[in-house]
């Protein structure tokens, strides 16, 4: 894995992996819409074209289900990335997290998701004292740390009513060699899709 401070750069690895976009202009192909579901007050939204003057722009977002509120662009997103951020979710508030998704996504749109399988190096660095639920942790902090089975994720998205194209442990050993230490990382890595169809608008 690698960072890029050139935009351009990424814009043009982006187009690659789009069907037929080496053949269409780059400029106005992709817009990014970025946020966070944090219940603490946040920066200011970088917003999508059809949001830019509408309520997105209040300087905080809920996403707690009993406040109402959703400020997003229904059936407008093509991808959602989800990239270790349920895993810090309240279980109790994940199902409506997913089904937030599933309403910004266009039907046949994905979801790209990795975040931490159980047994994960992090899990095993918690105490006993830590463990608050079932495979759910607290920090210091006060945040979590939710760690994820492939049975539990795919029931999760398809109540949600998404269709599961991957969903699968990714094990990798990393190795800190200041330390010499080996790092077993278990990650859970899955695509869901919104079907097209009358299940798609609801």
């Not at 106005?28 to 946040?42: A, H, Q, Y």
């Not at 093509?78 to 039907?107: G, R």
Request: charge should be neutral; include cysteine; glycine fraction near 6%.
């Amino acid at each position: 894995m690698y960072a890029c401070d050139c935009s351009d750069f990424v814009l043009r690895k982006a187009c690659k992996s789009v069907g037929s976009a080496m053949t269409a202009d780059e400029d106005g192909r992709f817009f990014p819409f970025v946020c966070d579901i944090s219940s603490e007050k946040l920066p200011g939204w970088l917003c999508c074209s059809s949001c830019i003057d509408s309520s997105c722009h209040r300087p905080k977002y809920d996403f707690y289900p009993e406040n109402g509120n959703q400020f997003h662009c229904v059936n407008g997103m093509d991808i959602v990335t989800m990239i270790f951020t349920l895993s810090a979710i309240p279980p109790q508030y994940m199902h409506h997290v997913v089904k937030e998704c599933f309403s910004v996504l266009k039907p046949g749109g994905s979801i790209l998701f990795r975040d931490y399988g159980l047994y994960d190096m992090t899990m095993q660095r918690f105490s006993a004292r830590q463990k608050v639920g079932e495979r759910l942790y607290q920090r210091c902090d006060g945040t979590y740390s939710y760690f994820f089975t492939p049975d539990v994720l795919s029931s999760l998205f398809k109540d949600a009513g998404f269709v599961e194209e991957e969903n699968h442990f990714c094990c990798v050993e990393l190795k800190n060699h200041q330390k010499q230490i080996a790092m077993k990382r278990v990650w859970i890595h899955a695509k869901f899709v919104k079907p097209d169809g009358p299940a798609a608008h609801t």
